[in-house]
């Protein structure tokens, strides 16, 4: 938060604290919606609504639309239905149908029955798409026109439109079933001659997306084509609206927040629940799993106790050999569920990744290894058994890189969100695994280094 947001703040609390709520609109008056956002995360709930409520209507539904989810839902819990509609009205049909989903249930046909008829179609229209899907991104209003129409009459339309729909970048050519046939950039209608039809001027090879395209996908294509705006089409190739690159950014944001819950072992719902309980219940099943695993590696060290017993200095290392495993797999995970999540996850273009970090795990394995057997030799004047331990570290490596590139395409495959790959999958695997790899290894050549 800059200097200045921070005094406007500090400002508004003191307004609070002495009951002179009346002249908080002049401090938030020359605010962007941005900062009123960002003012209003740092209130208490009570305030929020209070603030919220003396916020300018146009200014009041741009700072909703941007509030984080949790702070969202609970506003909207304490705001009047009226309050709610008049933002609503004000908004793209997006940013509507995302305000309407977070209602309680109870509430949500009571809003719908009161905002304008074109709202409430465009709304209605949007709540059967997956939320995570185009069609659950895209917003209907759309600037489209007749092929046959001449440059001069889209110019014309143009203008009533550009106030009621925002961000124009490309006009959409139609036929007369609402096929999308093609785009005109809007800075071309100011080269083009004006007599001239939208067919002869359009672009045809435009990048389209259906509407039940997953968000993870659209962003990728945003990404491939570095697009501003996408349009989006049903299975008859009919226009049904578009995506614009803010939409993006958000899904953007909200895969990274995503994946860093499950990375964590945390619940989708979990950054704005306050049941202490359902908090709990949802963090348990991913601590159960860790819990579960390091038995699972207590039981492979106990099936190894005479080698443990026969060479001490072998239980020293099983620290550095389980924290090696898990950070090598997360490591080779982590290229793996990128890959993945920007849509390159093709079989050619994920072998040559996979082929890669088998090599960088070499090069990785032999130098640690060696660090280790150096280390060994030093320490407990022993070549043998820093020989040994360094090879068991490097076969380790190799095998959790292999592990953190393979689980993830697993996932994939049955359907899994692969961001799990970095959690229970990958550390418990490589804990049990790794244990079994550098004891059974140690128990072969027990002999050689003198144990047996």
């Known amino acids: 938060m800059s200097e200045d947001l921070e005094q406007k703040l500090n400002l508004i609390e003191s307004y609070f604290e002495s009951g002179d709520t009346a002249h908080l609109v002049n401090v938030v008056a020359d605010l962007k919606a941005a900062d009123v956002a960002a003012v209003l995360s740092a209130l208490t709930l009570e305030q929020g609504v209070v603030l919220f409520d003396s916020l300018a209507p146009e200014l009041a539904s741009d700072v909703l639309a941007i509030l984080d989810e949790g702070l969202t839902r609970e506003l909207l819990d304490e705001l009047d239905d009226s309050v709610i509609v008049r933002s609503i009205d004000l908004m793209a049909s997006d940013d509507a149908t995302d305000i309407v989903t977070l209602l309680k249930p109870e509430r949500i046909n009571e809003i719908l029955g009161k905002i304008s008829r074109k709202d409430y179609e465009d709304v209605r229209e949007l709540l059967k798409f997956d939320e995570e899907s185009a069609g659950g991104l895209m917003a209907r209003e759309v600037m489209a026109v007749r092929s046959e129409a001449k440059i001069s009459e889209i110019i014309e339309l143009l203008k009533p439109e550009a106030e009621k729909i925002e961000h124009i970048q490309n006009i959409y050519v139609v036929d007369g079933n609402r096929v999308l046939l093609g785009i005109i950039p809007i800075v071309k209608l100011l080269v083009v001659d004006r007599g001239k039809k939208a067919e002869e001027v359009m672009e045809r090879d435009i990048v389209t997306v259906a509407v039940n395209t997953d968000q993870e996908e659209v962003a990728a294509i945003f990404a491939k084509y570095d697009l501003y705006s996408l349009p989006v089409v049903d299975e008859n190739g009919r226009l049904a609206g578009r995506i614009t690159v803010d ?19 945390t619940g989708q719902e979990e950054f704005w629940e306050k049941s202490s309980v359902r908090v709990s219940r949802a963090r348990l099943p991913w601590l159960l799993t860790g819990l579960f695993g390091g038995i699972g590696a207590a039981l492979v060290m106990n099936y190894f106790r005479g080698s443990l017993e026969s060479v001490l200095t072998l239980a020293f290392f099983v620290p550095v050999v389980t924290a090696m495993g898990g950070n090598v797999g997360i490591q080779s995970s982590a290229i793996v569920v990128r890959e993945l999540a920007v849509g390159g996850g093709s079989l050619v273009r994920t072998s040559q990744k996979l082929l ?13 290894g060696s660090v280790l057997l150096l280390t060994v030799t030093l320490w407990q004047k022993d070549y043998r058994l820093g020989a040994l331990l360094g ?10 890189t292999l592990m953190g590139a393979i689980v993830p395409l697993m996932l994939k495959k049955i359907n899994v969100d692969p961001a799990l790959a970095t959690g229970p999958f990958i550390t418990t695997s490589n804990d049990i695994l790794g244990l079994l790899i550098y004891l059974g290894v140690a128990t072969l050549f027990l002999d050689w280094v003198g144990g047996g």
């Open 356 to 368: 890669r970090e088998l090599r960088v795990s070499l090069i990785n394995g032999l130098v640690l």
């Open 391 to 400: 090879i068991c570290l490097l076969v380790i490596v190799l095998w959790a």
């Open 247 to 265: 939409d993006i950014i958000d899904v953007i944001e909200e895969e990274a927040t995503e994946d860093i819950k499950i990375m964590a072992g």
